[in-house]
């Protein structure tokens, strides 16, 4: 079984992520963990990692999640943590739009963690 990280928020629960995720599956046994940085703030971030979570389960995906570090890089860092992830996942608004795109956020991650991440560009669900 493959194991994925998930990174996103505003873009948490889109056509797009949701199209990726179900590749992964069509791909083989996969589970999911779902990290959301604390933007704008904690209920934001929980009402979102809840709604895909619901979302995701409805569309017969095994998944946990938790809200993370507001710094998408550090919430990665934390999630990682006692976890054996094979990939990482991370969601992004489109260019111009997006501040982890213009932070070189998935490249950053991919090398500091050493995972191969795939970014997704999505819009907002």
């Not at 992520?17 to 940085?37: C, H, K, Q, T």
């Not at 979570?53 to 919430?75: I, M, N, Q, T, Y």
Request: hydrophobic letters at 40%; glycine letters at 8%; aromatic letters at 4%.
């Amino acid at each position: 079984m493959r194991h994925y990280l998930v990174v996103a928020n505003q873009t948490l629960g889109g056509a797009a992520l949701l199209a990726e995720i179900r590749r992964r599956i069509e791909d083989g046994a996969a589970s999911f963990y779902v990290v959301v940085p604390c933007q704008p703030d904690r209920v934001t971030a929980e009402g979102r990692l809840s709604d895909a979570l619901a979302l995701f389960r409805h569309s017969g995906v095994a998944v946990k999640g938790e809200v993370g570090d507001r710094h998408p890089v550090a919430a990665v860092h934390d999630a990682l943590q006692g976890r054996e992830i094979d990939e990482i996942i991370v969601s992004t608004l489109p260019a111009g739009i997006s501040r982890w795109i213009q932070n070189d956020t998935p490249s950053k991650i991919e090398r500091i963690f050493s995972l191969p991440v795939t970014h997704v560009i999505s819009e907002e669900p």
